[in-house]
């Protein structure tokens, strides 16, 4: 049921996604209206839109498209890696429960310092710090604490490349504007204003592109925060109830344990 969960989740993701680029291409291509303007057929919304987006190549279009290449890149490995099977391993939460089950606390202790898992990372600084329990809640309360941020961080830069995309896309459209006025200005107000609705047009791409670097990655940004926020709580869960059931066995466990830190 758990994997299932997840892989809706994944789903959900590139639903959205895909959603996005059809929802635009699709309102665009609806727009188009024949039209005859000197018997000519007006060209097509989106064509015009691929028209004016490739004839204005400019520094702001390559940070934009070097943005979203990055974007990419992290939803692609953000699918990779924020699931159970990577993050909770069951293979490895079992290896650890029956380590725990029958004592082998040197085991346990090497294992987890090994092991790059979620519970692993969390529970190594707690066995460290035996023969004292408080101190090793502490410690893990604190390890939970540091593993759960470098979780969200990893998916952080997707929340900043969101909140850049409409930004870039402002920056571009504003230099295409300054552009437009000043060629009507050289021509003293005589251009041609053809001439100066295609140049507004122009910088108005710089708009759309960055909303469509903007919506995908703020859209894939709320999903992976929802599904690490469920995979940390349930990952702190469980080392939570690991370190419990060391606690009952009390100063047997902990001098092992104290022994076992003391010759790594």
Avoid: W
Wanted: glycine share 6%.
């Amino acid at each position: 049921m758990r994997r299932y969960g997840n892989s809706k989740a994944r789903i959900a993701l590139f639903a959205v996604l895909i959603g996005t680029i059809l929802f635009s291409v699709g309102t665009t291509i609806a727009q188009e209206a024949p039209a005859e303007v000197a018997k000519t057929t007006r060209p097509g919304m989106f064509s015009t839109l691929m028209g004016l987006i490739l004839s204005h190549m400019d520094m702001v279009f390559a940070i934009i498209m070097l943005c979203s290449v990055i974007a990419v890149t992290l939803i692609v490995k953000s699918l990779i890696h924020v699931r159970a099977s990577v993050m909770i391993p069951e293979s490895s939460t079992n290896a650890i429960r029956e380590m725990i089950a029958n004592k082998f606390f040197n085991n346990l202790l090497a294992s987890t310092e090994k092991d790059p898992s979620f519970v692993s990372r969390a529970l190594n600084p707690a066995l460290k710090r035996a023969p004292s329990f408080s101190a090793m809640k502490e410690a893990l309360e604190t390890a939970i604490g540091e593993e759960t941020a470098e979780q969200f961080r990893k998916i952080e830069y997707l929340n900043i490349i969101g909140n850049l995309g409409p930004l870039l896309g402002l920056l571009g459209t504003v230099l295409g504007m300054i552009d437009a006025f000043a060629a009507l200005q050289a021509a003293k107000g005589a251009a041609n204003p053809a001439d100066l609705a295609g140049g507004i047009s122009a910088a108005l791409t710089h708009t759309f592109l960055g909303l469509m670097l903007a919506i995908p990655c703020l859209a894939a940004f709320g999903v992976m925060r929802t599904m690490v926020d469920r995979l940390t709580v349930r990952g702190a869960l469980i080392a939570e109830e690991m370190l419990l059931a060391i606690k009952p066995q009390a100063a047997p466990v902990t001098k092992k344990l104290s022994a076992a830190g003391a010759d790594a």
